[in-house]
Structure formats: C-alpha cells, structure tokens
C-alpha cells in the first residue's frame, strides 16, 4: 500500500514523497506472504468497483511501470455445491454485471467440470467464472510500484520504524522514527497488520486486528494443468491455484483466533489436505513438504473492507488499512483513491465515504461475504 500510494501520488505530479519501512526491505508484512489472487467477483458493489480499477491496471502494469506485475488471467472458478451457494452467486452476478463486468458468467455443473474436470462433481450444482480475474506475482507488483514512485522523486527509507507521531492544533505535524524525526503535514498509515498500533501513536483506535493465515504450496504436480483458475470450493472454502511446478493450497481455518502469529502449524497440513482430497481427489497423490508452508498475517476489519480515507479529528492523517485479504488485488484502487484523497479531496473511483473509518460509529457497515 505504500508503494502504491507513493506511486500514484508521484505520478500526479507531487515530488516531497517518502515511504517509511522498518525492516531491511519491504515485503515481509502480508505482501511477502499472499497468494496474490485477482478477482472482480466479489458480492460489494464498493469492493467490485475497486477491482474494476485494479484489474486493468495490472493487466498494463509492466507497460507503464517497466516492471512485471506477474498478471496472469487464468480466472476464478466458484464451485457451487448448494443451492444457497447459486442463489448467492446469482446475486453477486448481477451486481458485478450491473457495474460494468462482463468477463464474469454463470456456469451449470458441466460447465465447471469442464474446466477443472479433475474435481469431484457428484455434488456440483453450478458455479461462477471471472476470466479477468487470475494472479498476480505480490512482490514484483509491490517493487514495480516502489521503484516507478522513486523515478518520478519518492524516496524509500528502509530500517525507519515509526515510533511516534507528532500532532498539533492543525493535525498531524510529522513522525518520529529511530533514526530522527520527520516534519509533515500529510502521513498515510500504510502498516498492514500493525496498522492499530500506529494509529495510536496518533491517539485513534482503529479497529484492524491480524489473524493468521497459512499457505501449503505442494511438491511439483502435474495431474491438474498449470493453466487452471483458482478453485474455490464453496462448501468448505478450500482454494487453490497453480503456482510454479505444482500447486498452492489454501483454507481460511474458522477456529483461527486474532494475533500476531506467524509460524506455521504443521497440524494444518492434514486439515487442508483433508479438504483438498474432499473436492480434488488426485490430491491423494500430491506431495507436501510442511518446511515449504509458511503463515502470514491477514489485516481484518469487522465488516471485512478496506478503511480508506482521512482519519477523523487528526487533519492530514489519511488510512490505507485493512484489507481484509484483499490488499494485493485492490493496492492499484487504494494508492490511487489515497492519492486523490490528498490532492483534491474527493475521488472518482468508488464513494469514498463508504470506506471511511466513521461507518463503524454510525452504524454503516459494509458486509462482504466473499472473504477468502
Ligand atoms: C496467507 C495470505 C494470503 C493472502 N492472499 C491474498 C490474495 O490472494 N489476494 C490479495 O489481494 N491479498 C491477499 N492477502 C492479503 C494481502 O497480502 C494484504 O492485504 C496486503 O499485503 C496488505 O498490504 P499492506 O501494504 O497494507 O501491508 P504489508 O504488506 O504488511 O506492509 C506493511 C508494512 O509496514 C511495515 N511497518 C509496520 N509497522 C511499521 C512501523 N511502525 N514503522 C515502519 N514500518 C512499519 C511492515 O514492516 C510492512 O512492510 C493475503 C495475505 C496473507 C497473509
């Protein structure tokens, strides 16, 4: 997120711009750890839009930013196994339709088995496709942002964790850091998980909690094409993509509590081999190396979108905060609605107040029930 909004706040022209990083390169928070799914398929009209801006951005990406994003429309497959599942699926169609998609369709059983005829169908009832959707490489997407907003005058200060922030009569006047202090009348909270921490620093309670999410890649596999879409398995909500000579799996475990937690529990592996088999049968055949999986940190807000926009009460203060899973897919939508945010006040890409941290005190919530 930081790179993105330092991108697009270079790219309309402003040159004063630096990104604050803690460690010794970006990319260990959540970006580092993604699946890098891409979808529009989404049940929000607000979140659908945010693909709808995202989505051809990454697919000119390495055109304007001279830097591949790794995009690779191989299509999300929702696999519905219930009736509620098709009648949720028809709502989201239309909605995503309404707003201008065209790449999504309906599919009966057949149409699913066709395209991933590897899946146990004795159950299916239907499904949905997005054709745009698909995958990106999050770290290349991350460096390309970062490298262009340098060109056009960023500055990127890695080994600067934010330890304060100064606020006066105005609103914010600049951040501490370890390595001294930084005068600035605009401060984006880009901190991913620990985005609630470096709220406080301003005295604002933002209710962005981390929970741990774990990725199993598995050993090369060949019995499903590595030009198939993510499968997501409605019934469980077990998912997979092709990644590299095999395959990544994943499954958002329900009993996962909040937390900075970021080992991997070997104990995951047979819960989502369990899942996996249960929908993809040749997956008995598939090899898990536990030392390959790794766990990171989704940012989750309570109605699972996106707090974007100037934080209430502290002028100059802008939040780019949880994400709820979808970071990666929606940075292009958020750097450019931040940028907007701070250079005119007002954006075209989706109502920004919807997004904003307020809902939660007025009672607006946003539910998004397509959280993978
Ligand atoms: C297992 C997993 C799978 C996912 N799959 C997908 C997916 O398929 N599609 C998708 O779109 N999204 C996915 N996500 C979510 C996505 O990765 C995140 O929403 C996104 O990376 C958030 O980006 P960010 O820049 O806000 O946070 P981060 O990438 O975490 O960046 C925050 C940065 O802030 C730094 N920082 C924190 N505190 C300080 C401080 N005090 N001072 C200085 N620096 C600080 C951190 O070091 C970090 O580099 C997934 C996440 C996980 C964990």
């Known amino acids: 997120m930081g790179s993105s909004v330092a991108y697009h706040l270079t790219a309309a022209g402003c040159r004063n711009v630096v990104v604050l990083e803690r460690e010794s390169s970006q990319g260990k928070g959540s970006t580092g750890k993604s ?3 891409v979808r ?4 929000t009209a ?3 839009r945010m693909s709808l801006y995202s989505i051809p951005f990454f697919r000119s990406f390495d055109e304007v ?3 591949p994003s790794g995009y690779r429309p191989q299509g999300y497959l929702f696999v519905a196994s219930h009736e509620r599942h098709l009648e949720y699926l028809r709502g989201n169609y239309r909605r995503q339709v309404g707003l201008g998609l065209q790449s999504v369709e309906l599919l009966q059983a057949a149409d699913v088995i066709r395209i991933v005829p590897q899946l146990r169908s004795d159950d299916i009832v239907g499904g949905s496709f997005g054709a745009t959707d698909g995958f990106v490489d999050p770290h290349s997407v991350m460096t390309g942002f970062m490298l262009r907003a340098i060109d056009q005058g960023a500055r990127l200060e890695r080994y600067s964790e934010v330890t304060g922030m100064e606020i006066d009569a105005q609103g914010v006047a600049g951040v501490r850091t370890d390595r001294g202090y930084i005068t600035s ?3 984006v909270n880009a901190a991913g998980a620990w985005a609630g921490q470096v709220a406080k620093f301003a005295g604002l309670d933002l209710p962005v909690e981390p929970l741990r999410r774990m990725l199993v890649p598995t050993e090369p596999f060949d019995m499903i094409p590595h030009s ?6 409605m019934a469980t909500g077990f998912h997979f993509r092709p990644e590299g000579l095999g395959l990544l ?7 996962e509590t909040p937390g900075f937690k970021t080992n991997f529990d070997p104990a995951f592996v047979e819960k989502i081999l369990t899942r996996g088999v249960h929908r993809v049968p040749c997956l008995e055949e598939a090899e898990v190396n536990p030392k390959r999986a790794w766990a990171g940190l989704y940012e989750m807000t309570p109605d699972h979108h996106a707090i974007i926009g100037p934080a209430p009460g502290i002028p100059g203060l802008y939040l780019a905060n949880g994400f709820s899973g979808h970071g990666v897919m929606h ?3 958020t750097g450019r609605i931040t940028a907007d945010l701070i250079l005119k006040g007002a954006t075209d890409v989706v109502d920004a107040r919807l997004l904003n941290l307020e809902r939660f005190a007025e009672g607006r919530l946003l539910e998004e029930t397509a959280v993978l």
């Open 35 to 37: 699946m890098g799914g």
């Open 40 to 43: 529009a398929q989404f049940s």
């Open 46 to 48: 607000v979140n659908i």
């Open 65 to 67: 930013m001279g830097h």
């Open 185 to 187: 009348r605009t401060v």
């Open 228 to 233: 198939a879409p993510m499968v997501v398995d």
């Open 249 to 255: 799996l994943a499954w958002n475990d329900p009993e």
């Open 331 to 333: 940075s292009p939508a």
